[in-house]
């Protein structure tokens, strides 16, 4: 079992920045690749980013590459992602995930195997 917990979401102006943070806990961290996806409602859930075991490569889609950059602490058992120029069709709830598969990227919500609870990200225009 791992278990994660998000933080740092909250309302920010368009164009604004923050950073959100995922605490894992349970099962060797490094086990897992780690992933940040979204969902907005009467959506379905969004793939956002996913870092290698190591934190060596990264990977996301063409709506957020340029602007999120995900990392990892393996020391501290944390995920992080940071999300610059914030624009309102980000508004979501973000959800950090754990995968223990040996290829990469894991883009599928499939792939992952733990969830956290989300964390609300709302961004006003």
């Known amino acids: 079992q791992v278990q994660l917990v998000e933080s740092g979401g909250g309302l920010v102006q368009a164009g604004g920045s923050l950073r959100l943070s995922c605490a894992a806990s349970?099962?060797?961290?490094?086990?897992?690749?780690m992933g940040w996806f979204r969902q907005a409602p009467g959506k379905e859930r969004e793939f956002v980013a996913c870092i290698s075991w190591s934190g060596g490569r990264t990977d996301y889609p063409g709506s957020v590459k340029g602007r999120f950059t995900i990392s990892r602490d393996n020391a501290k058992n944390m995920v992080y992602l940071q999300m610059n120029s914030l624009k309102p069709e980000d508004t979501a709830v973000y959800y950090c995930a754990a995968g223990r598969v040996s290829r990469f990227p894991l883009m599928g919500s499939e792939d992952y195997s733990y969830w956290g609870q989300g964390t609300q990200v709302t961004v006003s225009s």
């Open positions: 349970g099962r060797t961290f490094t086990n897992y690749v």
